[in-house]
């Protein structure tokens, strides 16, 4: 929450002293100057939110998070790996689940949708 808003609030700041100092390196205005303007403010306030955030948080949810990116890097190696090779034993089964899966899902708003 608090890196949103140290996020927020610095994004102007960074973009103002960008284009102050584009002034100084006497960088014409027009189209690329803005885009780097926007480019580097953005940049700047997202790294500020993302410091923020960490400290913030406390080292529980950081393991946690730690363990979640962990786990989505496995899904999207998993994912490669079907891309590749999609007769593969490991992608049938998860094209199972994910079939069986979207048959439940559509089960349960279809009755849903016919007792209202």
């Not at 500020?48 to 962990?70: D, F, H, I």
């Amino acid at each position: 929450m608090w890196g949103l808003v140290a996020g927020i609030v610095s994004y102007p700041a960074f973009a103002w002293y960008g284009k102050r100092y584009l002034d100084g390196q006497g960088l014409e205005r027009g189209f690329t100057r803005t885009v780097l303007v926007l480019l580097m403010a953005t940049i700047l306030s997202s790294t500020l939110a993302y410091g923020v955030s960490w400290m913030a948080s406390t080292a529980q949810s950081r393991n946690s998070q730690a363990q979640l990116q962990k786990n989505g890097i496995a899904m999207l190696a998993d994912e490669l790996k079907c891309a590749r090779d999609p007769a593969s034993a490991l992608c049938q089964s998860t094209a199972e689940q994910a079939n069986a899966l979207e048959q439940k899902l559509l089960s349960g708003l279809t009755s849903n949708h016919q007792n209202q």
